[in-house]
């Protein structure tokens, strides 16, 4: 903690702009704190100590502003809300520049902790202009040295997340770019072999902002999303850039950003007009379930029935950027039948899902089961809830991922009712706080 000269006077006339009093703030900045991974314990008495002019330690500043921003509806900075702020970032760059700059910090073992306690900023969940140029997806030409070994590297790290979670090479893949991709894109190439290097180095930042998300780490995550959609941009290639804009829709909906969630997952789509089967129907399912979330019952379904039509012509081969799986299709389709009330059809969605799960896709079955377990219990069947919870149990002991552990943490908070019941004390057993 350091002390200002004199009070916070601008603090002051923001709380009073939102409405708020010291408590409501300090439970805000505490939620923000969870989204970054971080456990905080702030009351009132913090926040009088801020007012009074004590500079709390970062990343605090940058938390409190974000509280700020999104109760007010405008962007406010850590400065604006009277905070020195020790991780500006300064005026936006080039989107290469930007790129090698982010990279290298989260290599640098010293720079990677306030990159990595970031919050996700709200203001930042917006549309960016689409890329010039013709719509349609051109694919990637032929293969060089260099950009195979980029294809390779996108096929292991897009492997790794589905086989071992996001907390698994995480670190390998951020060296990654940092010491091979990031020297690649600032030497000279043909325009052709230029455009190609930006979309597969957004590919693989695409990949690490997944690993980030997985860890629960959503501020950093965020970083490299909208990196990976500028750096697609960048290419021209509109339907890399809407892949990335499909996933930048799914994290703001997983935090309850519903409008930037809309809005992303609409651009997104538009997007994709053009662009082969596979991205059609991985954006699309996304508008669907976005729309769903919001109530737009009639909407959600028109989506949904698209993507069913489109699976319907889609091949089921390809690598990760270039297919969208069955079970994949399913899952989404639980969420949005689960959003609109059908439980009996999303467990049937989420059945399908279970069973069209790839043996290596251990994250998505795991994942698949939990949810699976949570709407069986809420249809009052325990047994076969616990059958599906055990299923994600075995699956999770091999995963290092947050979202495994989230689920795991709602299984044991909604089989505490049941504790006492036998099966439901073995299920509980075999979890690492035991019954």
């Known amino acids: 903690m350091k002390k200002r000269q004199g009070p916070n006077h601008r603090l002051r006339a923001l709380l009073t702009e939102a409405g708020w009093t010291q408590e409501a703030l300090a439970r805000s900045v505490n939620i923000l704190g969870a989204e970054i991974g971080s456990s905080l314990r702030y009351?009132?008495?913090?926040?009088?100590?801020?007012?009074?002019?004590?500079?709390?330690?970062?990343?605090?500043?940058?938390?409190a502003a974000e509280a700020l921003s999104r109760r007010i509806g405008r962007a406010i900075t850590p400065e604006a809300a009277g905070f020195v702020d020790l991780a500006s970032e300064g005026p936006p760059i080039d989107p290469v520049t930007g790129f090698t700059a982010l990279c290298r910090s989260d290599a640098d073992a010293a720079r990677r902790v306030p990159l990595h306690q970031r919050p996700y900023r709200v203001a930042d969940a917006v549309v960016p202009k689409p890329p010039q140029g013709p719509p349609l997806f051109r694919g990637l030409g032929r293969r060089t040295e260099e950009t195979k070994a980029l294809h390779d590297a996108v096929e292991f790290f897009a492997t790794s997340i589905d086989s071992h979670g996001g907390r698994h090479a995480r670190s390998a893949l951020s060296a990654y770019l940092a010491d091979d991709v990031v020297p690649l894109l600032g030497s000279r190439q043909t325009p052709r072999?230029?455009?190609?290097?930006?979309?597969?180095?957004?590919?693989?930042?695409?990949l690490l902002a997944r690993m980030y998300e997985d860890g629960l780490l959503h501020g950093v995550a965020q970083r490299y999303y909208n990196y990976a959609q500028r750096l697609a941009g960048e290419s021209g290639d509109r339907t890399a850039w809407s892949v990335v804009l499909r996933a930048m829709s799914a994290q703001a909906q997983r935090l309850?950003?519903?409008?930037?969630?809309?809005?992303?997952?609409?651009?997104?789509?538009?997007?994709?007009?053009?662009?082969?089967?596979p991205h059609q129907l991985y954006v699309g399912t996304q508008l669907?379930?976005?729309?769903?979330?919001?109530?737009?019952?009639?909407?959600a379904l028109a989506a949904l029935g698209r993507a069913e039509r489109a699976a319907e012509?889609?091949?089921?081969?390809?690598?990760?950027?270039?297919?969208?799986?069955?079970?994949?299709?399913?899952?989404?389709?639980?969420?949005?039948l689960e959003a609109l009330g059908d439980l009996p059809g999303a467990l049937g969605a989420l059945r399908r899902s279970t069973v069209e799960r790839s043996a290596a896709d251990l994250r998505g079955r795991a994942l698949t089961q939990a949810r699976f377990?949570?709407?069986?219990?809420?249809?009052?069947?325990?047994?076969?809830?616990?059958?599906?919870?055990s299923g994600f149990?075995?699956?999770?002991?091999?995963?290092?991922?947050?979202?495994?552990?989230q689920a795991l943490r709602a299984m044991r908070q909604a089989l505490q009712p049941y504790r006492n019941r036998r099966q439901t004390a073995e299920l509980l057993s075999r979890t690492p706080q035991g019954r």
Do not use: I, K, N
């Not at 072999?193 to 957004?202: D, F, G, I, K, P």
């Not at 669907?288 to 909407?299: I, K, N, P, Q």
């Not at 012509?313 to 949005?336: I, K």
């Not at 949570?374 to 616990?386: P, S």
């Open 43 to 63: 009351d009132r008495t913090a926040v009088a100590h801020w007012l009074s002019g004590t500079q709390p330690r970062h990343p605090v500043p940058q938390l």
């Open 193 to 206: 072999m230029r455009a190609e290097l930006l979309v597969l180095a957004s590919r693989l930042a695409f």
């Open 256 to 277: 309850g950003h519903l409008p930037s969630a809309l809005q992303l997952a609409e651009a997104a789509h538009q997007g994709a007009r053009g662009a082969p089967v």
């Open 288 to 299: 669907a379930v976005v729309l769903a979330h919001s109530g737009d019952r009639r909407e």
């Open 313 to 336: 012509q889609a091949g089921t081969q390809g690598g990760p950027f270039d297919s969208y799986p069955a079970a994949a299709l399913h899952f989404q389709t639980a969420e949005v």
């Open 373 to 389: 377990g949570q709407l069986l219990l809420r249809a009052g069947r325990l047994d076969e809830a616990c059958a599906a919870w």
């Open 393 to 405: 149990l075995d699956g999770r002991e091999r995963l290092r991922s947050g979202d495994a552990e």
